[in-house]
């Protein structure tokens, strides 16, 4: 018999139960070359597959998506065929999925899925059922397909998404394909898929390929149903209506109660390890939410001034997220040269002065905005206040003033670093009421403060710190009196 000219691809990880009648099938259908992408096996499937080929390459672990990938590239012919390690393929099946292939209008051809009609239980056969359904709609899959080399090497696999046990590499390059425009065909060629599930499993695998959700999310929008459990629940319960099929609605059920729970828990993962500093690293973000610390200070802010003094500018951190929604001439100054260097290697300001505080060397009236962003409570009561009173000689419009409420619970403090950073003096917002300022309150203060109930959470809650933070803005808004932060703001014209 001519062989077909088609590389077949299988990619396995411990599949000695099953390859062996894979590979048969795969010999039978006389391929010109076939590749064993192994996933760091425990068990013989490598020695298994030694029998039938020298082209074993392993994935280092690197999982399915760059198993697919490197199967291609090692691939030398035109056409190349997936293969899963528990599909047997009909007699002549890879000669038939080409003939159908060739010169059609769709960029692959998916096999349909066969049965003798005995099943080893109910979600078994379910998700046989299930996989029929989905071949009347046309779809890129890998359980048996062909489909040209050229298409796989030019579009790819995405390996980020490649995590050991988990994928949603069909779908990912489905959808790239199907922005190019590309259809899917469906063979009349028959395999059969000899994975025998039941509940524990197939669970299992729905909420790993879940966890994956939030990157897809990320690349093409939240928008496609699929992203959805819940939506493809109603879609597909729907269908079993149509086509009176009601056995099938427990499995469907299930289906979208593994997937909505490993939604929920890959959102949760992404957050960790986002947020692996804590809040921090969602600064950039807290600008936008109402009634958060960067929110507030730039709503507050004169927007019609033309440069800002930023007094005790430290690394710049609050300076960058005004920076980034409006355009002022600023300096920075500061009493602590590596702070300031900092600062001025990541081009916060126009200007930089480095001098105490307590005695600036500026003129009256040289600025639009004054600021100080947790500054004064470094400074000795009445330090703090004649430092309020020059802010007030230099600015022409605004002097905005920001600082823990009380007491803040300081810990870890590098006295050899920034011999500075000790607070020396506590506030309150009745204080600067009387100096004429109008104060808006920040976060909760025994939530949020560095000893505070937030900080005592367990490492795991982590992503829920930075949340918990910013949803408490609104109570103590008018209210600062509890909260953790004051921003005050006096205008002088």
Not at 27 to 32: F, G, H, K, Q, Y
Not at 238 to 267: E, H, N, Q, S
Not at 287 to 294: G, K
């Amino acid at each position: 018999m001519e062989k077909p000219p088609v590389s077949v691809i299988i990619v396995a990880k411990n599949a000695e139960r099953t390859i062996k009648e894979c590979l048969d099938s795969v010999r039978r259908n006389n391929p010109a070359e076939i590749i064993v992408v192994d996933g760091v096996s425990h068990d013989k499937t490598v020695e298994i597959a030694r029998e039938y080929t020298h082209q074993i390459y392993s994935d280092e672990g690197r999982g399915l998506n760059y198993a697919r990938q490197l199967g291609a590239e090692k691939a030398s012919l035109e056409y190349i065929a997936y293969v899963d390690s528990d599909v047997v393929l009909s007699e002549g099946a890879l000669a038939i999925m080409l003939a159908e292939f060739q010169g059609s209008r769709y960029v692959n051809m998916v096999a349909q899925e066969g049965t003798d009609g005995k099943f080893a239980g109910y979600w078994d056969w379910a998700q046989y059922e299930h996989n029929q359904l989905r071949h009347t709609e046309g779809h890129l899959g890998t359980l048996a397909s062909l489909q040209r080399r050229e298409t796989i090497l030019r579009y790819g696999f995405n390996v980020s998404l490649g995590f050991p046990e988990r994928g949603i590499d069909d779908l990912d390059l489905e959808f790239r394909l199907r922005r190019e425009g590309y259809e899917f065909g469906t063979s009349s060629a028959i395999f059969y898929h000899r994975y025998k599930a039941d509940l524990r499993g197939f669970a299992r695998h729905r909420f790993l390929v879940a966890t994956l959700t939030l990157p897809a999310m990320m690349k093409y929008g939240p928008w496609h149903a699929s992203f959805w459990p819940p939506l493809a629940t109603l879609y597909w319960t729907g269908i079993c209506l149509v086509k009176a099929k009601p056995k099938l609605i427990p499995y469907f059920i299930v289906d979208g109660v593994a997937k909505t729970t490993g939604m929920v828990w890959g959102f949760y993962e992404k957050m960790r390890e986002i947020l692996s500093e804590d809040w921090g690293k969602l600064k950039p973000f807290e600008s936008f939410v109402p009634f958060s610390h960067p929110n507030t200070l730039w709503r507050g802010l004169d927007k019609r001034s033309e440069s800002i003094l930023d007094i005790g500018c430290g690394k710049g951190g609050p300076m960058e997220n005004i920076n980034k929604r409006g355009k002022f001439h600023t300096m920075g100054v500061d009493i602590f040269a590596p702070y300031l260097k900092e600062c001025k290697a990541k081009g916060v300001h126009q200007e930089y002065v480095l001098c105490d505080i307590k005695n600036l060397p500026l003129r009256n009236k040289s600025f639009d905005i004054v600021l100080c962003i947790e500054g004064i409570e470094h400074l000795e009561k009445e330090d703090g206040r004649k430092l309020i009173q020059a802010m007030e000689k230099i600015a022409r419009r605004q002097v905005i003033i920001s600082t823990p409420v009380g007491v803040w619970r300081q810990k870890d403090i590098d006295k050899q670093l920034n011999p500075y950073q000790k607070h020396r003096a506590v506030w309150f917002p009745d204080e600067l009421r009387s100096l004429g300022y109008k104060v808006r309150g920040c976060a909760v203060r025994k939530l949020c403060d560095e000893e505070g109930l937030l900080a005592r959470l367990p490492k795991i809650f982590a992503p829920l710190r930075p949340l918990i933070r910013m949803s408490a803005g609104p109570f103590v808004y008018l209210l600062p009196r509890l909260g953790a932060d004051m921003i005050c703001f006096k205008k002088l014209q």
